[in-house]
């Protein structure tokens, strides 16, 4: 009795954050219990994938995850590593969420293995350092280390620990997203990601979307919080908004040399992966993802907007983050779908090689989004209980 | 097949060209030199010429001196010739790979690929093309496996797989340019051709593997590159002899050599 006495009331309530956190969960362990299911029965049985196409939808969060982690790490060097006061209010969150991205996009990844319990084993005990999928899992496993000292230096209000911590996370996790591409440019057989320009085109996608899910992060905590935002907030906002706005039309730019070697075969390495994404069956997907979602129509509302209307910007986030969210599934699925054989006649060889993501695959995907939503829930309720937000 | 005269024109314009080797022809250009019926590859014998050649089965053909530099890291170094317009498709060896090494239905560790390809004008060649793994010298799978699972043997060059190792990332499959991976439930592991390492290679003391033993026309000829003796190294070391690998121009340096006869 006399305990309950002492435990402020804002400890224990449970308001309609706490519901929403229990019914994003829920559905998240709906979610992931089918890629529990799929371990137990094995992938051939329930997924998508086959021996031409290895590599399913499952990639796509992982990349999307992972590079979200990397952008959401950058803009947090702004305020916490190069001293932009400007981004020194957007710092606890964005930690937080670049912590949580990686997290979500590592268990994608776990799911999306055979045998994920011989990971911890041989990953030690057989490490294999000319192959970049063991430094992509090293240096991210040990960029989630470094961001949660990160993150209880910064609760525990010690800045200048937590500035060490971010320096090496920051390193770490830049480390990690050069090595995504050459991860996949040396799969040059599939017509994967082999184009010059990759390593820059990842750098800008990443801190595009860290951009973005700032925007969007911060304007539904606001409404989950019923706070209305400081002027030092708002102008981090309207900074990140300007950031948001440049790099969108760096992806312009890049979007527009994948449209030209769509068209024309001497711009591209990968002419028939490119081919098919901008003119094949793909098309439909390209264009309204990847230039309408991704980049056309986050660029208008971010221009409508000026920068102070925050439900456009979020909504131009939202769009952004659908987006590249497609053309991450495209950058693992297309380059796939080009016949092993395809030069030497065969006969019976299809065209190109199918695939659906199955009914497993799409649920561990949906059950990865929310376990994500719902630690951003948990992150807002852990912050407003001990006065993090801030 | 009919070839108009734009189609002749193209071609006429790049045999005017100053030769760059076959390796930058990107492979657009090249499917479009085999619709015309053509293929281009190098010059045999260590040339490095540029030449547009009939295609009939000779596609991403090149020299001798660019797919064979005369050094064979492995001792045996083994190797896998086909003599490709011998294969009736009786699939005896398909039959013979899965019962000797208890291959899982889940998939197979080689095929037989029916190609038809254009001879003359109007005329067709049907060719039998067994694939299997090509034990390549700089194999794209062992690069890519992050924990060793999938290794290339110091001794004798075989890619082999430690199944105990593999955390089923499918990676190996993805880099492997030649489709000769699968996963199997059965072992949660991938299966490859191993050249029968723990079959039939032993049961023969490093002579012959279970499809080249079950094949009754001689098409896959199994041997050794550092015995001059063996017909497998005979069959790439005459002179003149055309003889290809699949897939050159992604440098993975096969081990399994095709000729025509
Ligand atoms: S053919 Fe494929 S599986 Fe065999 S060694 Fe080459 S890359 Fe590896
Ligand atoms: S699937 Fe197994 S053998 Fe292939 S790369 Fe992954 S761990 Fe290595």
Redesign the interface.
Same mark, same amino acid.
């Given at each position: 009795m006399i305990l309950e006495k002492k435990i402020d009331s804002k400890y224990i309530t449970f308001g309609p954050q706490e519901i929403l956190f229990v019914v994003l969960a829920i559905i998240s362990m709906i979610g992931l219990s089918f890629g529990a299911h799929a371990l137990l029965v094995g992938h051939d049985n329930v997924f998508g994938t086959s021996r031409e196409i290895p590599w399913g939808i499952l990639i796509s969060p992982y990349v999307f995850f992972a590079c979200l982690s990397t952008g959401l790490c950058i803009v947090l060097s702004l305020g916490q590593i190069f001293n932009i006061e400007v981004f020194k209010p957007i710092i606890n969150r964005t930690a937080f969420l670049s912590l949580v991205t990686m997290a979500t996009g590592l268990m994608c990844i776990t799911l999306e293995l055979e045998n994920p319990w011989r990971v911890p084993f041989f990953a030690l005990l057989s490490p294999h350092p000319a192959s970049n999928i063991w430094w992509k899992t090293t240096i991210y496993s040990l960029f989630m280390i470094f961001m949660v000292f990160n993150l209880l230096s910064l609760f525990m209000k010690n800045e200048k620990k937590a500035r060490i911590f971010s320096i090496i996370a920051l390193l770490t996790v830049t480390m990690g997203n050069l090595n995504m591409n050459s991860d996949m440019a040396i799969l040059g057989g599939r017509g994967f990601w082999s184009e010059n320009y990759m390593p820059l085109y990842f750098l800008t996608l990443s801190t595009l979307t860290g951009c973005a899910a700032i925007l969007l992060f911060t304007w539904i905590a606001n409404k989950l919080n019923k706070e209305t935002p400081t002027e030092a907030e708002n102008n981090a906002l309207r900074a990140t908004s300007r950031l948001f706005l440049a790099l969108l039309v760096g992806l312009l730019y890049f979007t527009g040399v994948k449209i030209m070697g769509g068209f024309y075969p001497e711009f591209t390495k990968n002419p028939e992966a490119m081919y098919l994404l901008v003119q094949g069956n793909f098309a439909p997907n390209f264009w309204i993802g990847e230039v309408i979602l991704a980049v056309i129509l986050p660029i208008l509302l971010v221009l409508l907007s000026r920068g102070r209307n925050k439900g456009m910007l979020a909504i131009a986030s939202i769009s952004c983050l659908v987006g590249t969210f497609t053309l991450y599934y495209h950058l693992v699925i297309v380059g796939q779908l080009i016949p092993h054989y395809f030069q030497f006649n065969v006969v019976g060889l299809p065209q190109y090689y199918s695939y659906t993501p199955s009914l497993h695959e799409s649920m561990i995907t949906v059950g990865a989004i929310f376990f994500f939503l719902a630690a951003f829930v948990f992150g807002e309720i852990l912050f407003r209980k001990i006065n993090f937000g801030k | 097949m009919k070839v108009n005269k734009e189609d002749n024109m193209k071609i006429e314009d790049l045999k005017k060209l100053s030769n760059e080797g076959i390796k930058n022809i %990107?492979?657009?250009e #090249?499917?479009q030199f085999?619709q015309f019926g053509l293929a281009i590859t190098g010059v045999f014998l260590g040339g490095t010429v540029l030449s547009l050649t009939s295609a009939k089965n000779v596609?991403?053909a090149v020299s001798g001196g660019k797919i064979l530099d005369g050094n064979y890291p492995y001792s045996p170094h083994y190797t896998m010739v086909i003599r490709e317009k011998h294969c009736i498709d009786c699939e005896k060896c398909l039959d013979a790979c899965r019962s000797t090494n208890n291959v899982s239905l889940?998939?197979y560790r080689t095929d037989i690929?029916? $190609?038809?390809?254009?001879k003359a004008p109007g005329e067709r060649e $049907?060719i039998f *093309?067994p694939?299997l793994c090509n034990h390549c010298n700089r194999p %794209?799978c062992v #690069?890519? =496996?992050?924990?060793?699972?999938t290794f290339k043997d110091e001794i004798n060059g075989i890619v082999r797989m430690n199944i105990?190792? =593999?955390?089923? =990332?499918?990676?190996c *499959?993805?880099?492997? %340019?030649?489709?000769a991976?699968?996963?199997d439930?059965e072992i $949660?592991?991938i299966d490859k051709c191993n050249f029968c390492y723990d079959t039939k290679l032993k049961e023969s003391n490093g002579k012959i593997t279970a499809c080249a033993a079950a094949c009754p026309a001689n098409v896959r000829v199994f041997g050794d590159l550092t015995n001059p003796d063996t017909p497998a190294y005979k069959l790439i070391h005459s002179a003149g002899k055309v003889f290809w690998v699949? $897939?050159p121009e992604?440098n993975?340096m096969p081990n399994v050599f095709y000729v025509e006869k």
């Open positions: - | %990107p492979s657009v #090249r499917r085999l596609d991403g889940h998939g690929l029916e $190609r038809s390809v254009p $049907r *093309m694939i %794209p #690069r890519v =496996c992050p924990t060793s699972a105990s190792k =593999c955390i089923g =990332c499918k990676t *499959m993805a880099a492997c %340019p030649y489709n991976r699968f996963f439930e $949660r592991a699949l $897939r992604l993975s």
